[in-house]
């Protein structure tokens, strides 16, 4: 008999989904997950502000790993991590914040990078997104953006942030 097989890509896809998910405050978010092709967005977080619902929303790309240490730079403060160009043109274009969550399966941490801002600060960016010979490019993750149900300040600035794309960048407004 012939059944689908699992493989060890999918298992830390699922469990980085499965640590966000634990890793934010229910209190203050909802957390839903993306069903159907994988277009950039693997789940959206809105926050709940004392139980009202102002439809601020964070959109996630989630990446689990079992080696955080592999990713992890020389100057101990950043992992660095590949991702897709075309998921980073997507992300640029969202209104919402977009933000890569790097789940740490083997320490339970879950790191994360705003996406938009990375390239608001780091404008030479732009450069290596539009090298049509790659088809990723190298992101840093600073290792202090962490996850956490105590302190999710820096989470519920970025769902009330609002992005526009115009003339091949981003900026917030």
Not at 37 to 42: A, C, L, P, T
Not at 144 to 160: G, M, P, T, Y
């Amino acid at each position: 008999m012939v059944l689908p097989k699992d493989n060890q890509i999918n298992r830390t896809g699922s469990g980085g989904i499965a640590l966000l998910h634990y890793a934010i405050n229910y209190e203050h978010w909802e957390f839903r997950q993306e069903t159907g092709e994988d277009r950039g967005r693997d789940c959206m977080l809105e926050y709940i502000d004392e139980s009202n619902w102002h439809n601020c929303i964070i959109q996630g790309q989630v990446k689990g790993t079992k080696t955080p240490e592999s990713y992890l730079l020389k100057d101990g403060k950043h992992f660095s991590y590949k991702l897709e160009k075309k998921y980073i043109n997507y992300a640029l274009r969202s209104s919402n914040a977009s933000v890569l969550f790097l789940c740490d399966l083997k320490n339970d941490i879950v790191y994360y990078l705003p996406i938009q801002d990375y390239f608001i600060e780091n404008t030479d960016k732009y450069i290596n997104l539009s090298n049509a010979e790659t088809e990723s490019m190298m992101l840093h993750i600073p290792i202090c953006n962490i996850v956490s149900k105590i302190d999710d300040s820096e989470l519920c600035r970025l769902a009330n942030a609002t992005y526009l794309f115009k003339d091949g960048k981003v900026m917030r407004i």
